[in-house]
């Protein structure tokens, strides 16, 4: 079940014109500064915006065309605010029980059993709002979205209100959503951090205006995009755990460019997981290290280069199929003469283990 989505507003100040299709499974994370039109877009799927022209089909589905336009209440959707908005004079199980009063049974295909279990609020149940921490209350509120079985769930910045600890402490769960639920979701974020770490798909919004779509992956290694060039920038790799050595605590992780090894806990065997590189921690070298304790040493052609200032070079690799981001000086790009088409090895100083 894909999403087909075309829509227009104008509000005079600003304008909205997009049309995109979204997978029908997985994260597809929204990206893009404030005032771009994340939440208007999510709004307007939701059937919430006035005025608005467009298209949307959800899988063989028509919600909203020229000659038709269901109303909210009318769209299965599952709407996840920045602000939890629980109803104070109920408990928690209230809470998540109200939204399936207009629900018929036959339509229920996300339990709310399950929907408790997934986010980890069995022991909240009989706790009033008041009685929960900010994490807590977010968590209900994903659990009430996930309650009433909606075809996709829209996240806005969910994670917003929430300190650092909160975040990750509720980040987990939604991996865990991520991992179990056939269904789309759509994410609205500001955080790369949580983009790297739950989005699939990434749709790069731009003063209304679709700035470009692809995987996660691809988008945050492409030098004509910002992604690429601020202080943080990273490359994120699709891994498979291939083993864990017991005596030095690593775990091997399988991707096309070869195998990682990584410091941490023990993971699955052929479980899936997501790596974190820093630009910065790269370094190239024209011949293969032998005496290091660099452990990550990759084989690697250069694809691309960019200036950034005068002083440094961001160059794009790739390993096998995957393209890293490494973050250099000029004089030792100069010094090694780079240029696209050259044979290097990337040695990986530092990886970070998502999930």
Request: with cysteine.
């Amino acid at each position: 079940m894909s999403i087909e989505a075309k829509f227009y507003i104008d509000r005079g100040d600003f304008s909205l014109d997009i049309a995109l299709t979204i997978p029908e499974r997985g994260v597809t994370a929204l990206f893009g500064p404030s005032g771009c039109g994340k939440t208007t877009l999510l709004r307007a799927i939701a059937g919430l915006e006035k005025n608005c022209v467009g298209y949307l089909k959800v899988g063989d589905e028509i919600w909203q065309n020229d000659n038709k336009n269901l109303p909210p209440h009318q769209r299965p959707v599952g709407y996840v605010f920045q602000e939890p908005s629980l109803f104070a004079h109920l408990n928690v199980r209230r809470n998540l029980e109200y939204g399936l009063k207009r629900l018929p049974e036959a339509m229920r295909k996300v339990s709310l059993q399950h929907a408790v279990e997934l986010l980890g609020i069995g022991h909240l149940l009989a706790r009033k709002p008041h009685q929960l921490s900010g994490g807590e209350q977010q968590r209900v509120a994903i659990a009430r979205a996930l309650a009433v079985s909606p075809a996709m769930l829209l996240m806005d910045e969910p994670l917003a209100a929430l300190d650092m600890i909160r975040k990750r402490e509720i980040l987990p769960y939604l991996e865990s959503l991520h991992r179990e639920l056939d269904i789309p979701v759509l994410y609205v974020s500001h955080s790369r951090e949580e983009v790297a770490r739950l989005g699939d798909n990434l749709v790069l919004l731009e003063a209304g205006r679709v700035q470009a779509k692809g995987t996660v992956s691809e988008l945050f290694s492409r030098l004509d995009l910002a992604l690429a060039h601020g202080p943080e920038t990273e490359t994120v790799i699709k891994a498979t755990v291939a083993g864990y050595d017991e005596e030095f605590e690593l775990s091997y992780l399988d991707f096309s460019g070869g195998r990682f090894a990584v410091a941490g806990k023990r993971l699955p065997l052929g479980s899936a997981a997501r790596l974190q590189v820093l630009a910065r921690d790269i370094s190239i070298t024209l011949e293969r290290q032998s005496q290091t304790s660099i452990l990550n040493i990759f084989a690697a052609t250069v694809d691309e280069m960019m200036n950034e200032g005068t002083a440094q070079i961001t160059v794009r690799l790739m390993i096998g199929s995957v393209p890293v981001l490494a973050r250099i000086t000029r004089k030792s790009a100069t010094d090694l003469g780079l240029q696209p088409g050259l044979a290097v090895y990337a040695q990986v100083k530092s990886v970070a283990l998502l999930s």
